[in-house]
């Protein structure tokens, strides 16, 4: 079965830093997408980045980057300029391809510091 | 497009009642999912549809959930009885090609 790890239940950055959030994954699929979702305190799920298995490039929206280790099976999100609004739960997912059931870690509630 | 809506948002009831929760997808979506999510277990799949038709159940937790959509645009998740451990936040998502996109969530609370 796929499993999707997030290791660190919290993090704080200061604002305008850099901090990185750690996602790792088990499968045995070659074909599959990896996904960052947000959780603010309205408790709505947003997606903040995907990356598709297949592409070696690491996925960038604005300050969001992704660092993806297809080996490793390591799939980390950089948020850069940290800002108030970036405070939230952060949930990495993982799916095989089509439009298939999200599986999801444990979540990284992050925390901003002003 | 309003995004996926869900109905009620907040819900509060006793236990051994009748629960209904509703959701209607993005209009020309094909896929709906019903997730659930708890401190304990997380986000976890409950069951989804592909064009109406369940796909997969095996995230029902038991016999007392059920869920159903009778046309494109409209789907159910009933609890019936209800216990303490249902409470939780239900997400319904809806889908086409790479993307999900989650309602609001209704929040559960069985007392």
């Known amino acids: 079965a796929q499993t999707v790890t997030q290791s660190q239940p919290e993090m704080s950055v200061q604002e305008a830093e850099t901090v990185t959030l750690s996602c790792t994954y088990d499968?045995?699929?070659?074909?599959?997408?990896l996904f960052w979702y947000k959780q603010p305190p309205s408790r709505q799920m947003i997606l903040v980045i995907r990356q598709e298995a297949y592409k070696q490039q690491n996925a960038t929206e604005n300050r969001f980057s992704v660092n993806f280790q297809k080996a490793a099976k390591s799939f980390s999100l950089k948020i850069s300029d940290s800002q108030l609004g970036d405070a939230a739960m952060y949930f990495c997912a993982y799916r095989i391809s089509g439009n298939t059931p999200l599986v999801f870690g444990k979540g990284t509630r992050l925390s901003v510091i002003a | 497009d309003a995004g996926v809506i869900q109905s009620p948002r907040h819900e509060v009831t006793e236990m051994g009642q009748e629960v209904t929760l509703r959701c209607k997808p993005i209009s020309g979506h094909d896929y709906l999912f019903w997730y659930r999510q708890t401190m304990m277990r997380g986000l976890e799949l409950l069951i989804y549809f592909n064009n109406n038709v369940p796909i997969d159940d095996s995230g029902m937790p038991e016999d007392r959930f059920s869920a159903k959509m009778p046309n494109a645009s409209f789907s159910t998740l009933k609890i019936q009885p209800s216990e303490p451990r249902d409470s939780a936040v239900y997400f319904c998502?809806?889908?086409?090609?790479?993307?999900?996109?989650f309602g609001p969530g209704t929040r559960l609370t069985v007392t």
């Open positions: 499968t045995s699929e070659s074909d599959y997408y």
């Open positions: 998502a809806s889908g086409e090609g790479y993307e999900q996109y």
